[in-house]
Structures are given as structure tokens and as C-alpha cells.
């Protein structure tokens, strides 16, 4: 059953990223980018295959030389991922990037001149390939940023500036983003544009920092919004590996109730009526079910209080007691089992019940 906390998701226009369809009824897709230069086609190639393989459905790569614009026609060969070309300063970048990616993102605060991004969005139309603006709250327009600071006004006024200039050029395959470097700003220029244009958001927080922080920043942001129905794609900026900005935007979005894929695990907190190592239990199963995709909902509870209450409302739980446990599968108990086997024997009874449900579907 539906929260009526979670609203209904905004109806945005929709665009393809490849063969990604952004916004519409199409599913949240999860972007990320690659650290390497762009150029080195090795590298690229290696983090490219690292982020399909965890699960991304959209890849941007920093093109800052003609090299690395060049390169992006190699890459393009050697991935079935669609790929976004993420130009500052320098349009004539664009131009050439345009030739072989499926999007172009530019930064309107950086990228020049009105005739600059009609050169831009001629290489895009020609080609059938979307614009994002990427507005940042650190690097406005100096007409924004003098007028409003870098605050969401500014953000907002510069999205609209820019959205009114590539329709003004006849173009309209275009989705947002608006950025700052922490949840509230954030927050409130997405909400403040969303009812304004039709197009679908990016959803982002910039410089978001390392795992920890960018943790704490993006759920209280993008979780935020899509509960509120905003948002059609989106990155969980992290300073660090490539792979956690994938899995940490899944569990965002399956947290948020925006996706239905993969095991929701419930645990108690650790307390002094504990009877089982629940810490130890419990990141047992984490990792030997990290690679189910069929949406279940798992719990592992150390001890009697609350451990039958929460096996009610899971697909399939553990209640632990004094050296042994339950396995309780859709409220009833399935097996009794000694401590130091029962997480062995749940994985393959989550397995199982992975298996079966995903033939029901």
C-alpha cells in the first residue's frame, strides 16, 4: 500500500538518453562519471564497464581537450552505455563531443555566448541528442549571481534564462538540473522550479564529499524530493569509488518508495535484550543478498520483543532467541535452526523465495 506521504510523481516531458527514456512514466534511471581522463581510453573503458556492472544506466565523462572529445568516438564503440559529455568553458568541445554521445551537458554559467550555445544546439539537433543544464549554485551567471547570490533564486532564474534561450533556438529535448553543495539550497530550487516547466530534473547535490557525507547530504535531498514526486534521473555525487555512488542512489530511491528492485532489510538496533551477534548476522545477509533484484523485504531481529511484530509485516525473517532462531517466512515459522547455521540456511530460503516470486510476476 502506497504512503500518501509519497506523492504521485510530477508529469514531466520525455526525453531518450541513448535508449534511457528520462522522465514521463519512464523508471528513475541512476547516473554517475568517470574519474579517469577521457582520453585514456584504457581507463575509461575499465570504470565504463565497472558502472554498468553495478547497475548504472547513464554515464557523463569530463571532455576538456579536443583529445578527450575525439576519444569519446572510440569509447562510444566499446560500450552499449549511453554516454553524456560534460563540457565547461570551451563549446567547441560540444560541437565535436555532439558527433558521437547521446547528450551533451553544458553549464550555461560557463559556456559563453548566446551565439556559443546556438552553435551548440545546432550539433545537437542535427544529431537528436539532448541538452542538460546543469546549473550550479557555485557558478552562476554573473548577472545571477550579482542579483541573487549564489541562492535558489539565482539557480531558479538561471535555469529559466537558459530553458526560454534553447527554446528560443527551436529546441526543446532538454532536462535540468540545480545543484548546490548541500541539501536545503538544493532542495528548494528543484521544488521552486518544478512547477514552472515541464522538462525532466536531474537530481543532484554538488560536491556532495566523501561516502559519509554524501550519504547524509543526498538522502536528505533527493529523498526528499522524490517523495514529493520530483526528479526523473539522478547522481549521488561521492568523492571515492564508482560503484558506491550506484548503490547508494538504488537504496535512495528503493528507501523512497520510487523503486520496487532488490531486498529491503530491516534489523533491530543493538540493545541490551539482544540474544544472538546480530552485528555480525546482519552484515552476513547484507552481503550474500546484495545481488537479488526481486523487491522483498528481509528482517533480522535479536531477540523476542520486537522480533514476531516485525516478522509479520517482512517477507521473510529471523528472530533470534537463546542460541538458536526462527525462520519466519510471511508470518509463520518455517524452521527452527541453531545460531551459528541460521544465517546460511535464510540466505537459501530468501534465495528461494526470491525465485519463486520473481515467476509469479
Sequence with gaps: MQSNIIKPRWKTKQIFVGNVAVGGDAPISVQSMTFSKTHNIEATKEQLDRLQLAGADIVRLAVLTEEDAHALKILKEKTTLPLVADIHFKY???LIAAKYVDCIRINPGNIGSKDKIKEVVKACKERKIPIRIGVNGGSLEKEF???????????????????????????????????????????????????????????????????????????????????????????????????????????????????????????????????????????????SLAHIKTSLTVSVMGCAVNALGEAKHADIAIAFGNKIGHIIKEGKVLAKVDEDKIVEKFVLEVEKMAKERALDV
Design 92 to 94: 567547441k568541445l560540444a
Design 145 to 287: 549571481e550579482t542579483k541573487y547570490g549564489a541562492t535558489p533564486k539565482g539557480m531558479i532564474e538561471s535555469a529559466l534564462y537558459n530553458v526560454k534561450l534553447l527554446e528560443d533556438f527551436d529546441f526543446t529535448d532538454i532536462k535540468i538540473s540545480l545543484k548546490a553543495s548541500d541539501a536545503p539550497r538544493t532542495i528548494e530550487a528543484y521544488q521552486g522550479l518544478r512547477p514552472l516547466v515541464a522538462y525532466p530534473f536531474h537530481l543532484g547535490v554538488t560536491e556532495a564529499g566523501t561516502l559519509y557525507h554524501s550519504m547524509i547530504k543526498s538522502s536528505i535531498a533527493l529523498g526528499n524530493l522524490l517523495m514529493q514526486g520530483i526528479g526523473d534521473t539522478m547522481r549521488c555525487s561521492i568523492t571515492g569509488e564508482l560503484e558506491e555512488e550506484i548503490k547508494l542512489a538504488k537504496s535512495i530511491l528503493r528507501y523512497s518508495g520510487r523503486q520496487k528492485e532488490g531486498i529491503t532489510i530491516v534489523s533491530c538496533p543493538t540493545c541490551g535484550r539482544i540474544q544472538a551477534d546480530l552485528v555480525s548476522a546482519i552484515k552476513e545477509v547484507e552481503k
